[in-house]
């Protein structure tokens, strides 16, 4: 079993930035990537970031490219997301999530919340 914690939410104003932390412990070894989710309300939960832990490629969803920035610290298991230029938009609940193959997210977070005022 892998347990992920994230932390960093909040609230900021549009055009702020904000950095989510998603520490993993327990069966690490083993994971092929670790990545970003955010759920807003109402809407189903959508794919936000990822990164490759073997050689740390990343892939972004088009509404987010050029404003987050995946990253990951291998030594202490845990993934960044770096949010930049923040939209009212981008106020979800923001979920990390690891797999041990691709696309197969199988261990999430409990989740942080982001809140963007316009």
């Known amino acids: 079993q892998v347990q992920l914690v994230e932390s960093g939410g909040g609230l900021v104003q549009a055009g702020g930035s904000l950095r989510l932390s998603c520490t993993a412990s327990?069966?690490?070894?083993?994971?092929?990537?670790m990545a970003w989710f955010r759920q807003a309300p109402g809407k189903e939960r959508e794919f936000v970031a990822r990164?490759?832990?073997?050689?740390?490629?990343?892939y972004y969803a088009d509404s987010v490219k050029g404003r987050f920035t995946i990253s990951g610290d291998n030594a202490k298991n845990t993934v960044y997301l770096q949010m930049n230029s923040l939209k009212p938009e981008d106020t979800a609940i923001y979920y990390c999530?690891?797999?041990?193959?691709?696309?197969?997210?199988?261990?999430w977070g409990q989740g942080t919340q982001v809140t963007v005022s316009s």
């Open positions: 999530a690891s797999s041990r193959i691709p696309n197969n997210y199988v261990y």
């Open positions: 990164m490759r832990w073997s050689d740390g490629d990343t």
């Open positions: 327990g069966r690490t070894f083993g994971t092929y990537a």
